[in-house]
């Protein structure tokens, strides 16, 4: 079920967007429009959030942005493996242009371990929030990390401090043609999930 949301957008019903959502490996050149990752990034900060410390924090990647990540990359590839080939290095550079905008997203540290813990838990869904808002916008999305990116140097790239938590980038674009529509297998929930107190209840 489709239907017009209060910020104008066309959305889909919430479980149908979480029951059908997948990552879109392949995207349009074509960049999608400031307002709808604007959307995105709204939906994105509305995750829980215990003691809303707001610890997520974003970088929109598009342009010659996606190149100078590239440069990033094939930077820290040198450093962990000075003996990388220019193929290698070339292979790392053209990451970021498999998609027409990359949102970066990294998470603050807290002030003790649990704090910590709690804002990368709230970032991550924070993350599902954009993946989730993004499909229901017929956006493909894909989250990815990659060897590249717990070097000290993304972050510094990323302009947020070195203690802060890198927890992936976001490829956006819209879904090309061909772009299967590929969902992938989750275990039966009997095997993931088990009842308490169900049955003598109620
Ligand atoms: C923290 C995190 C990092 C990920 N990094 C990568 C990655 O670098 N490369 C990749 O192919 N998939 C990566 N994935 C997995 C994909 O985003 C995707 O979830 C997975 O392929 C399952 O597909 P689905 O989301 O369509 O179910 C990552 C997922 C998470 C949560």
Redesign the pocket.
Known sequence: MTRFTEMGEFAMDVLEAIMT???VGKVRPERPKREEIETLLRAAVRAPNHRLTEPWRFVVIAGPALDELGEVFAQILRAVKPDATEEELNRERAKPRRAPVIIAVTCLKGRDPIETHENIVAT?AAIQNLLLAAHGMGLGA?????DMAYHPLLLEWLGVPTDAHF??FVYLGYPAPDAPP???PRRPIEEVAQWRGWEAEG
């Not at 894909?142 to 990659?146: D, I, K, V």
Request: proline share 0%; hydrophobic share 30%; glycine share 14%.
């Open positions: 959502r997948h990552m991550a894909y989250w990815r990390t990659g927890m992936g590929r969902q992938t």
